[in-house]
């Protein structure tokens, strides 16, 4: 079969293996070539899906997505039965390392770092950890959020040089800083794909993270009696267990990705417009959620507002490696291999051609499977 879209001949499929692109001659979906109803990371949803683990956790397949979900899940429940019995230095302290470890777990599974292991886990979530501890501490020699009180809720006006340090000044230094330990990995050539940089700057994100809900919230962690009224905690832990690491890991990923994308010469609208998102959702995450704090807003509507946020950042970052997939896929050689998405055998390239799903974006375990077949015959020859 012929591709309509790179004109490369292909083993017949729904899906081009080599350009991605939906074989469908249908007007329905809109760009075959773009395909932005089969998100290249995962086929079966749209490109613009506020979906975290599919998301942010691109290796995973079909089931393992399930897992995690529910291992997030069941982390929540476990807060909340910490935040219910009134336990809540120990819910703070599970809510800033839950995400954080689920992210581990995942690197571990889709062996990600492959065979360096330390160098890439001390580059990035033990560089964050690092920095977010440096920059943490620094920043609140400037300004105390929690400082003294246990609740947060209390002020009636809005603090304008509060406002400029914490919604703006700081999420820039933060967004400037946290990208540095993704930026200096020393065998960044042995990951030169996009989806890499993003999974390492999310790494890096959430460690810086943990390391600033562990320092913001230390006088709380060790001044609260073990055992209080849950009270207003359940909105702040929402925030420290979700919505801050997600904002953490998201803009880290998606600035480290740029920072990858540079790297192969492709640099351009797409990349400049992620940092300038990356920054001002930072920002208004941030302004937003102090602003509301000051005024004494309803604190449902912060955690929205945070969400929102959060959303929209996740959908740019689908956006962005949806495309660079498409982009990058395109040269790995044919193989014989299983498809961890849709796991039927396929002859297969870049994309698999019954699902479409993009084959760098596979767990490194099949990669490697896949280097080793495709070498033996050449070196035979
Ligand atoms: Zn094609
Ligand atoms: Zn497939």
């Known amino acids: 079969m012929r591709c309509d879209h790179c004109s490369n001949d292909v083993p017949d499929g729904v899906f081009c293996t080599r350009c991605g692109a939906h074989q469908g001659t249908t007007e329905e979906f809109g760009d075959a070539k773009k395909r932005e109803h089969r998100y290249a990371a995962h086929p079966g949803e749209h490109v613009a899906t506020a979906s975290i683990f599919t998301t942010l956790f691109p290796h995973l397949g079909h089931h393992k997505v399930h897992e995690f979900r529910w291992a997030f899940i ?11 019995a009134g336990l809540i230095t120990a819910a703070i302290l599970v809510s800033a390392f839950l995400v954080p470890v689920l992210y581990l777990i995942y690197l571990y599974e889709a062996q990600v770092y492959r065979d360096e292991p330390a160098t890439v886990l001390g580059f990035t979530i033990g560089g964050g950890l690092i920095v977010g501890i440096v920059i943490t501490v620094v920043t609140q020699t400037f300004y105390q ?4 009180g246990v609740n947060p809720f209390a ?4 603090n304008i040089g509060a406002l400029l340090l914490v919604g703006i000044t700081f999420p820039i230094v933060q967004e400037v800083i946290k990208p540095l330990p993704a930026y200096f990995l020393p065998n960044r050539k042995d990951f030169p794909e996009t989806v890499d940089g993003l999974v390492f700057g999310v790494a890096s994100g959430l460690g810086f993270s943990l390391a600033e809900t562990l320092i913001s919230y230390s006088s709380v962690i060790t001044g609260l009696p073990a055992h209080v009224t849950p009270g207003p905690w359940i909105y702040q832990l929402i925030t420290i267990s979700v919505l801050s690491p997600l904002l953490q890991g998201s803009c880290t990923g998606m600035i480290v990705a740029t920072i990858w994308r540079q790297g192969l010469g492709k640099f351009n609208v797409r990349e400049i417009l992620a940092i300038a998102m990356a920054v001002l959702a930072h920002i208004a995450f941030a302004t937003g959620s102090q602003i509301m704090k000051d005024t004494g807003d309803n604190p449902l509507a912060i955690l929205i507002w945070q969400a929102v946020v959060d959303g ?3 959908i740019y970052i689908r956006y962005l490696l949806h495309h660079s997939l498409l982009e990058e896929a395109a040269h790995m050689g044919f193989s014989e291999t299983v498809c961890p998405n849709c796991h039927m055998h396929i002859h297969a390239s870049g994309f698999c051609p019954n699902c479409g799903v993009a084959l760098t974006a596979s767990p490194n375990s099949l990669k490697r499977n896949r280097r080793v077949r495709k070498a033996v015959p050449s070196e035979t020859a």
């Not at 982390?75 to 935040?83: C, N, Q, R, T």
């Open 312 to 314: 929209a950042l996740l």
């Open 74 to 84: 069941a982390g929540l429940a476990g807060i909340m039965v910490l935040y219910l």
């Open 145 to 148: 959020p929690y400082g003294g």
């Open 155 to 158: 002020s009636a006006s809005v």
